[in-house]
């Protein structure tokens, strides 16, 4: 297996919603404003495995002071596999001299981000307005 990340624009919407589904991703349930939102994100890397779309991040920056993860999805199959790691290093490396990146994470994917080097921040809560029944 040879992973080779990607910040192309030009996405197949098919293999976009196969990734989200198999995450059992709300956001799959909207494709057309799913793939508005990717293509108008400040930052969108892609893991490839071959011609097989396993991985998926985006950020939303103002573009000098803060950057904000809002997705990050690997293959259930290709999980453990370092990939999402893979990502978020291009992402920190990327956004390194920034004031703050930012993320918000729950159930399994709080350890994975400790390892990636983020921690609570501070006495802050995290806070939404959500529309999906994905999170609990």
Not at 12 to 37: C, H, I, Q, T
Not at 43 to 72: C, E, F, M, Q, R
Not at 86 to 115: C, S, T
Request: one cysteine or more; hydrophobic letters at 40%.
């Amino acid at each position: 297996m040879r992973i080779v990340l990607s910040e192309e624009r030009n996405l197949n919407k098919e293999l976009v919603l196969e990734l989200y589904n198999k995450n059992k991703w709300s956001s799959a349930g909207k494709p057309d404003e799913l793939m508005k939102a990717l293509e108008n994100s400040h930052g969108l890397i892609t893991a490839w495995d071959g011609d097989k779309l396993v991985g998926l991040a985006n950020s939303i920056s103002d573009g000098h002071l803060v950057v904000y993860y809002p997705h990050l999805l690997v293959l259930p199959e290709y999980h453990g596999k370092g990939i999402g790691r893979m990502i978020m290093e291009r992402f920190q490396k990327k956004y390194a001299h920034f004031h703050q990146q930012i993320l918000v994470a729950d159930n399994e994917a709080i350890q994975f981000y400790k390892k990636c080097g983020f921690e609570r921040a501070g006495k802050c809560e995290p806070m939404w307005i959500y529309n999906g029944a994905d999170h609990g």
